[in-house]
T-cell receptor
Framework: AQKVTQAQTEISVVEKEDVTLDCVYETRDTTYYLFWYKQPPSGELVFLIRRNSFDEQNEISGRYSWNFQKSTSSFNFTITASQVVDSAVYFC????????????FGTGTRLKVLA | SQTIHQWPATLVQPVGSPLSLECTVEGTSNPNLYWYRQAAGRGLQLLFYSVGIGQISSEVPQNLSASRPQDRQFILSSKKLLLSDSGFYLCAFRGPTSTDTQYFGPGTRLTVL
């Protein structure tokens, strides 16, 4: 079975704090892709990052960084020095290359950054 | 560049009325197309996906249907809306290559009264 778990339903931080959003996935496939999307209050899902299962290098993009660890089946997302504009719901997703290439989404983590 | 459009942006409909939501994609050919629904404060539920014209797969049996009359057009319909159909409807597309990323449209907020 394929599954994505985002155990944190809601997180509140004060501006400038660092915050990590957890994502744990389950799949038996050896080739798969992991994604993070941001859903601001406007509603549209914005693509943030994609990683494939053969690339475990961590990635940094400005204040955003991602830690992919196959050993723990985790793909965590850290925001450094959070800002109010980071307030949104963040979704982690999994796509495997077997079957129909459907995305399996987690239930999302709502991040509130307080000024 | 690739873009995706959805309309209308918001819709208020009475129970029992029909529904038609439209999604169009530009800048790509033979995309995979998806309809998702998001209930208030909830996650994403995949409703339908299509890998080509006239090819529709349903994920959840319900009173909704989908059609793909053209390569880059995806329509979500209902003959009679239920209160439980209220939600945020998102269309998404992915390029035809298996490794392409899925991108989402701006969504339609539907309220059934």
């Amino acid at each position: 079975a394929q599954k994505v778990t985002q155990a944190q339903t809601e997180i509140s931080v004060v501006e400038k704090e660092d915050v990590t959003l957890d994502c744990v996935y389950e799949t038996r496939d050896t080739t798969y892709y992991l994604f993070w999307y941001k859903q601001p209050p406007s509603g549209e899902l914005v693509f943030l990052i994609r990683r494939n299962s053969f690339d475990e290098q961590n990635e940094i993009s400005g204040r955003y960084s991602w830690n992919f660890q196959k050993s723990t089946s985790s793909f965590n997302f850290t925001i450094t020095a959070s800002q109010v504009v980071d307030s949104a719901v963040y979704f982690c997703a999994l796509m495997t290359t077997s079957g129909t290439y459907k995305y399996i989404f987690g239930t999302g983590t709502r991040l509130k950054v307080l000024a | 560049s690739q873009t995706i459009h959805q309309w209308p942006a918001t819709l208020v409909q009475p129970v029992g009325s029909p529904l038609s939501l439209e999604c169009t994609v530009e800048g790509t050919s033979n995309p995979n197309l998806y309809w998702y629904r998001q209930a208030a404060g909830r996650g994403l539920q995949l409703l339908f996906y299509s890998v080509g014209i006239g090819q529709i797969s349903s994920e959840v049996p319900q009173n909704l249907s989908a059609s793909r009359p053209q390569d880059r057009q995806f329509i979500l319909s209902s003959k009679k809306l239920l209160l439980s159909d209220s939600g945020f409807y998102l269309c998404a597309f992915r390029g035809p290559t298996s490794t392409d990323t899925q991108y989402f449209g701006p969504g339609t907020r539907l309220t059934v009264l």
